[in-house]
């Protein structure tokens, strides 16, 4: 139960992320318990190599933890194969990178649509449902372009709308701002407000505050482990870019 | 020196950091020269043996058959089949008569210096056990002839009721000293096993002429299944018949040997102007029972060479999937190098530098196998005596064969090499990944496909030249394979007769020599499929990793580059189908080949495919196994 008292759609219980061992282990999430609530958005926050992305990757299901639970929408993942974690990847769960790793291949559609594709949609519901996402994130009219052709904020927004092809039930982003100059990364935080408004469950983690002053709440990471909690009104005071001091 | 210094350090730490690869190289031109070694050296391995048997057993300089009364051939047209016109007995004995003058023409002929018989011969049906085979008895004085004068194996010479086989016959027949054997029924016991200069062994003593009245086709027995005894002249008097009247040999000695077949042409053209002179003989010189002989060891150059050209293609390919793959790797110390002021002629050589060198350590490999293995294939077989001696390997065959190890290298390496040292030192720094090409076609297609599909359509997209350079290889293997399949059609329909029992020595060698090509040839294949499917998993690394972070599953991705690999391999393996029908032919010297039966093929090229699948389903599955979050976050940094 989190903090509202609903069910939580995230919830980690004493997770461990261990490397190496003895004299050389390191523990990149250490007994870490969170809640993350049906359209909240929460920023984790520190320095890097704090264990940020290693708590992202484990909460997806990219990675598995050395130790702790782990329950998305109330069903225990941290014991799930990895046909099971991939399925669970494929429904419930959209990433956004900091590198945006999209297919360099495929065009900005060609790219949105994939997930549906894996998922099994048909072709023609899966380009119907691209297209859409691609004109909810203000892309429309570069479709078919590759990413090479796409600046590094609309390649960032073709990696939100990919995220959201299957309706996932949480978005993992990962430094989604940190290859970004402040006017992409403003434009990625209108979007984030925009699927925060919507109801969107969002995990961003990120070393920019003013990315973290956009979130319900803020958790700071160091070594591992979180060392504070902070509840936020950013993400739902409406005028983010002047919170996230962005905009002049 | 310094530079030299800074290569051989590069050179020797790639090679420390991926044995595996580098041996699995050094196998894959290795197994490809030796099979060229082997090749090279056979070329006239035959002549020593031939000219030692020659020398042991007074061999002829020509050789005069004479047949029965019926002066066609088995063969010619018009003939009546064997045993099917009964001669008078007038007929027979003016058919001798004839013969005895012209071969009093001959032995008084300008040149002759020496001869034995008239021989009185017999065609007849052996049978040894179950094992039937035709045999041409030579009926022989208990003395020794002045010419030809078989050097005998084992046992002793002809006696009454005894017979002598030739070597190779008796080891096709199974028969041992002391076994019975039938001769048109009459029984007689072998007494000795011997070598003649004066015929060529079988399996082709028909080869270039064979003028008795032969019993070919009924139960089965072929011209191949013709061997050479020699008995006493009553023995092969009392095998005559009406049916089967008595043939001669005369053994001619000349003084200048060398001019046999000036002789033959000289007295060849006067008998066939005589047409009165129905006795005219076949006369066959030492120098074409010699190339004959060779055909043993010409069989096997024949599948040899061939075969080592597709070894050599094969290897070509493994090396350039390898190269390629590994370029992209190394691009970041093309930069470094070009940094601290390497030439890009300086960085080409330091690219290619281990390969040439795997290359030179291949082909010295590949001589010494090829030198050592030689022998064991150019036994001059039971019908001669004495050894080939040391196959000849002779510095203009070394030099080829380390060309070729060295051009294999070159060919595959080069052009990536060059292209990595042209690559600006920045943009090498950055090291950045070679991008993907687009396919668009092939993409939208994928669209409409199970996920695997999806994939491996994407893939194929990716990288189309690893599509092309893959199905080539394929290619190159469906039709060695093809090939082979191929000769045992063919030897199948033409070569064996059914039934008989009886086991054709040069297709037993031809046989093994195609099996080890086989092998050499699926392990190279096999190679190339798991460094192809390698290169394939490194280059989509990425993207593979994005797509299982999107919700695509370990076995999707896994099966995703497999099906890339059986997409790229099934137009090699319907190339290789006509190619593998093709170059038997040509390897056939333009004779009748058996297309293989359609089953055949089929199950060859389904068994390749599934081969391919399994080979690229190792290293797929180790690529897929690999952590997501690791790889992306390599990717970013």
Redesign the interface.
Same mark, same amino acid.
């Given at each position: 139960m989190n903090e509202d008292g609903g069910a939580p759609v995230l919830r980690a219980q004493g997770l461990r992320k261990q490397f190496g061992s003895s004299d050389t282990l390191v523990r990149a999430v250490d007994d870490v318990s969170l809640a993350v609530a049906e359209g909240e958005t929460l920023a984790v926050m520190g320095p890097s190599g704090c264990g940020k !992305?290693?708590l992202l +990757?484990l909460l &997806?299901g990219?990675?598995r933890p050395s130790g702790g639970e782990l329950y998305l929408a109330g069903q225990r993942i941290d014991q799930l194969s =990895?046909?099971g974690l991939?399925?669970?990847?494929?429904?419930a769960?959209g990433?956004v990178?900091?590198?945006f +790793?999209?297919?360099? =291949? #495929?065009t900005a559609v =060609?790219n949105v =649509? #994939? @997930?549906a #594709? #894996?998922? &099994?949609a048909a @072709?023609r519901a899966?380009?119907r449902r691209a297209a859409g996402l691609l004109e909810q994130v203000g892309l429309a009219d570069r479709a078919g372009f590759?990413p !090479?052709a796409l600046s590094g904020g609309q390649r960032q927004r073709v990696a939100v709308a990919?995220a959201l092809a299957?309706d996932p039930l949480v978005i993992l982003a990962d430094e989604p701002a940190g290859n970004l100059d402040s006017e992409a990364t403003l434009d990625v935080l209108r979007l984030f407000d925009t699927l925060h408004t919507a109801g969107q469950t969002l995990v961003v983690v990120t070393h920019d505050s003013r990315i973290a002053a956009t979130a319900d709440r803020l958790i700071t990471m160091r070594d591992g482990a979180f060392v504070d909690e902070t509840r936020l009104t950013g993400g739902s005071g409406g005028s983010l870019g002047a919170l996230a001091g962005l905009e002049g | 020196m310094g530079r030299t210094l800074l290569i051989g350090r590069l050179t020797a730490r790639d090679l420390r950091r991926r044995p595996t690869q580098a041996a699995l190289l050094l196998l894959a031109i290795t197994a490809a020269t030796a099979v060229l070694t082997l090749g090279l050296v056979l070329h006239g391995v035959t002549n020593h043996p031939y000219q030692q048997t020659r020398g042991a057993t007074r061999g002829p300089d020509v050789v005069a058959q004479f047949s029965g009364p019926v002066t066609p051939g088995p063969f010619g047209p018009g003939s009546p089949p064997p045993g099917q016109v009964k001669y008078s007995p007038q007929a027979i004995a003016a058919n001798a008569r004839r013969v005895r003058i012209v071969a009093s023409e001959l032995i008084h002929a300008a040149g002759v210096t020496g001869h034995s018989g008239l021989y009185p011969v017999a065609s007849a049906v052996a049978q040894a056990g179950r094992r039937l085979a035709a045999v041409v008895a030579e009926g022989r004085d208990q003395t020794a002839a002045a010419v030809d004068q078989p050097k005998l194996a084992s046992g002793h010479w002809v006696s009454a009721g005894g017979i002598v086989l030739e070597r190779t016959y008796a080891d096709a027949l199974r028969v041992r000293l002391g076994d019975r054997i039938t001769l048109n029924g009459r029984p007689f016991r072998v007494v000795g096993t011997a070598v003649t200069a004066a015929s060529v062994p079988m399996p082709n003593m028909c080869y270039s002429s064979c003028d008795y009245g032969l019993p070919f086709g009924p139960r089965g027995i072929s011209p191949r299944h013709l061997g050479l005894a020699w008995i006493t002249r009553a023995g092969a008097q009392a095998l005559a018949t009406p049916s089967d009247p008595l043939g001669y040999v005369l053994n001619l000695k000349l003084s200048d040997p060398a001019r046999a077949q000036a002789f033959v042409n000289r007295y060849g053209h006067q008998f066939a102007q005589n047409p009165a002179t129905s006795a005219a003989p076949s006369l066959t010189t030492w120098q074409d029972i010699r190339n004959v002989d060779g055909l043993l060891i010409r069989d096997e150059t024949a599948v040899l060479s061939p075969g080592a050209w597709v070894a050599s293609l094969l290897a070509i390919g493994t090396l350039a999937v390898l190269a390629g793959g590994r370029m992209s790797e190394r691009i970041r110390r093309v930069g470094l190098l070009k940094a601290v002021g390497a030439t890009p002629g300086l960085v080409t050589l330091a690219l290619m530098a281990e390969n040439l060198i795997l290359a030179l350590a291949a082909a010295s490999a590949g001589l010494a196998i090829g030198r050592l293995a030689a022998p064991l294939i150019t036994s001059p077989g039971a019908g001669l005596v004495g050894a080939p001696g040391a196959p000849s390997l002779t510095l203009p065959i070394a030099g080829l064969v380390v060309g070729v190890a060295l051009a294999v290298a070159m060919a595959a390496t080069l052009w990536p090499a060059i292209r990595a040292a042209r690559t600006s030192t920045v943009s090498a720094l950055a090291a950045p990944v070679r991008r993907p090409r687009r396919r668009a076609g092939l993409i939208r297609l994928s669209r409409h496909v199970p996920v695997p599909l999806l994939f491996g359509l994407r893939l194929v997209a990716r990288r189309p030249r690893r599509a092309l350079l893959s199905a080539a290889c394929i290619a190159i293997t469906m039709t060695g394979v093809v090939a082979v399949l191929a000769f045992h059609a063919t030897a199948d329909e033409k070569l064996y007769g059914g039934g008989t029992g009886i086991t054709d020595p040069v297709m037993a060698r031809d046989t093994q020599m195609l099996l080890v090509l086989t092998v050499v040839l699926l392990a190279l294949s096999g190679i190339n499929a798991v460094f192809t499917a390698w290169a394939t998993v490194l280059d989509a690394r990425q993207a593979a990793a994005v797509a299982r972070a999107l919700g695509a599953s370990p076995e999707q991705v896994t099966a995703g580059v497999v099906a890339a690999q059986v997409l790229s391999a099934i137009p090699g393996v319907l190339a290789g189908i006509p190619l593998g029908i093709a170059l038997f032919s040509v390897a056939n010297s333009g004779s009748i080949t058996t297309v293989p039966p359609a089953w055949w093929l089929v199950l060859t090229a389904f068994g390749t495919l599934l081969a391919v699948a399994a080979l690229t389903a190792i290293p797929a599955s180790i690529g897929a196994r690999q952590p997501v979050a690791g790889i992306l976050q390599s990717e970013t940094a």
């Open positions: !992305s290693t +990757h &997806g990219l990675d =990895e046909r991939a399925r669970l990847r494929r429904r769960v990433f990178f900091q590198a +790793h999209l297919m360099d =291949e #495929l =060609e =649509e #994939l @997930p #594709l #894996l998922a &099994g @072709p899966a380009r590759l !090479s990919r299957n | -």
